[in-house]
């Protein structure tokens, strides 16, 4: 089955195509960050109509490189949400069209659940069950994976997700959008161990995630200190290193609660060098495995999308012509399918 996917929730056009039997065969990306960039962040309206100029042009380019025609696609896959209401609809309009015009199917599909199954576009694809760590801009969700659609969440964020907490920390360090690979990138030049801010909610029972609090800690911190390069250095690094043991504290409980050894790392965040380190070795210490997608295919794009509608085109779900979107859209409300 060849599937046409299309990611256009936030501030990149993401489209791919993917092969059943012979895997991924193109993928392309707009990213809008000269767009929004002098805003400080995405603006919504700038958004939904860059991915109407970007989309068509971007899918040419993927059906010349993959050497195939539009005749040949069997379904299209979009994401349906959640993310932005604007730019969930060109997506949802021209994936709709495209599928109605080529007379095959189209389905809407969940970005989280895109994020979630990145992983298996790589060599050697997690086996079910197993652990998920999910964090993106808008989302920080521990998830058991039983199988596509059976999902139980473990944890989430309370307040902001770590993708969030990332960029407004980033901001607040007068750092330019976007934030979170900006203060990766400065906090490389931390000094380790200058500053130490809290871990939040570690101390209380459960995987659920705060991360607004640490915010606060790390701009009160630097807001009391003279403005140098080495000091906004050590800010970062000290705030990166607290989210990045939160969240390898918490994945480690996670493990111990279901009894798992495998843990897969989806979305933005997890393009993370030092949370790839991190939980690369609390996964060794406890005889276990942990999976990340390439770093490409860790923040948004269109192959996690055409995988994921794949899946469940292949399972036989379909939708009818409606353009609907769900900028809100609970990940553990998506149908279960049958082990494949
Ligand atoms: O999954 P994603 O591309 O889009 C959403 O679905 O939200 O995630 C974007 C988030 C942003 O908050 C961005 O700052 C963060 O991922 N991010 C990072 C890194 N790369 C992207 N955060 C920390 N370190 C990074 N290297
Ligand atoms: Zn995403």
């Given amino acids: 089955m060849l599937?046409?996917?299309?990611?256009?929730?936030?501030?990149?056009?993401?489209v791919a195509l993917y092969d059943s039997d012979r895997g991924l065969l193109a993928h392309a990306l707009h990213s809008q960050i000269a767009l929004h960039a002098e805003y400080g962040g995405v603006v919504p309206e700038?958004?939904?109509?860059?991915?109407?100029?970007?989309?068509?042009?971007?899918?040419?380019?993927?059906?010349?490189t993959a050497g195939v025609t539009p005749d040949a696609v069997d379904g299209v896959a979009y994401t349906r949400g959640?993310?932005?209401?604007?730019?969930?609809?060109?997506?949802?309009?021209?994936?709709?069209?495209?599928?109605?015009?080529?007379?095959?199917?189209?389905?809407?599909?969940h970005h989280m659940e895109g994020h979630l199954l990145a992983p298996m576009l790589e060599a050697d694809p997690p086996p079910f069950p197993f652990v998920a760590l999910l964090v993106s801009g808008g989302h920080t969700l521990l998830v058991q994976v039983d199988g596509i659609g059976q999902y139980r969440i473990?944890?989430?964020s309370v307040d902001d997700a770590a993708g969030?907490?990332?960029?407004?920390?980033a901001k607040l360090l007068g750092l330019p959008y976007p934030?979170?690979?900006a203060l990766a990138k400065l906090a490389e030049q931390g000094t380790p161990g200058r500053f130490s801010f809290p871990r939040p909610m570690t101390d209380r029972p459960g995987c659920d995630f705060s991360f607004s609090g640490l915010k606060t800690a790390a701009i009160t911190a630097w807001r009391a200190l003279e403005p140098t390069p080495e000091n906004r250095a050590d800010i970062a690094h000290a705030f990166e290193d607290a989210v990045v043991e939160t969240l390898a504290i918490k994945c480690q409980r996670a493990l111990r609660e279901t009894r798992l050894?495998?843990?897969?790392?989806?979305?933005?965040?997890?393009?993370?060098?030092?949370?790839?380190?991190?939980l690369r070795e609390m996964t060794a210490a406890m005889g276990g495995q942990v999976h990340y997608p390439r770093l490409e295919f860790c923040t948004d794009n269109g192959a996690m999308i055409a995988y994921a509608g794949w899946r469940r085109l292949a399972a036989g779900s379909s939708e009818d012509i409606a353009i609907e979107v769900r900028p809100r859209w609970p990940l553990d409300s998506l149908p279960a399918l049958e082990q494949g």
């Fill in 179 to 181: 934030g979170g690979p």
């Fill in 82 to 109: 959640p993310g932005l209401i604007g730019a969930l609809l060109v997506g949802a309009a021209i994936g709709r069209s495209l599928a109605w015009t080529w007379g095959v199917p189209a389905i809407g599909v």
């Fill in 154 to 156: 473990l944890g989430e």
């Fill in 164 to 169: 969030e907490a990332f960029d407004k920390t």
């Fill in 261 to 278: 050894r495998r843990l897969v790392i989806a979305g933005g965040v997890g393009a993370n060098r030092r949370l790839r380190q991190r």
């Fill in 3 to 14: 599937i046409l996917g299309l990611e256009t929730s936030c501030d990149e056009t993401g």
């Fill in 46 to 64: 700038l958004a939904s109509r860059d991915h109407v100029r970007k989309t068509l042009p971007l899918l040419k380019e993927i059906f010349r």
